[in-house]
């Protein structure tokens, strides 16, 4: 069973960095999509980023473009988010999701699989 494991969370500054890791387990990480999501609380789940199966196509939401980068290692079946500018309205918890294929990416539902979430709090 595939599971999804997230890291790197915390308190930091308006202005500051922080880098989230997902560690992949119990599958193929080659043959999975992988995406960042964000969940304030109140608010729905929200696409941040994705990246394809090599790593070779990757897109984000508006409100991160120029500030994040998503990245993963395939032979360390691990996925990064480099979150530099961090603003308060960044405050979430952020969420690796895997899926089968690229199709609606930014949706929750075309998503498997799942961690438990980390927390970003980024104060002003």
């Known amino acids: 069973q595939v599971q999804l494991v997230e890291s790197g969370g915390g308190l930091v500054q308006a202005g500051g960095s922080l880098r989230l890791s997902c560690a992949f387990s119990?599958?193929?990480?080659?043959?999975?999509?992988m995406g960042w999501f964000r969940q304030a609380p109140g608010e729905e789940r929200d696409f941040v980023a994705v990246?394809?199966?090599?790593?070779?196509?990757?897109d984000y939401a508006d409100s991160v473009k120029g500030r994040f980068t998503i990245s993963r290692d395939n032979a360390k079946n691990t996925m990064a988010l480099q979150m530099n500018s961090l603003k308060p309205e960044d405050t979430a918890v952020y969420y690796c999701?895997?899926?089968?294929?690229?199709?609606?990416?930014?949706?929750?539902?075309?998503?498997?699989?799942w961690g438990q979430g980390t927390q970003v709090t980024v104060s002003s």
């Open positions: 990246i394809s199966w090599n790593g070779g196509n990757t």
């Open positions: 119990g599958g193929t990480f080659s043959t999975y999509v």
């Open positions: 999701a895997a899926a089968a294929n690229w199709n609606y990416y930014t949706n929750t539902a075309q998503y498997n699989y």
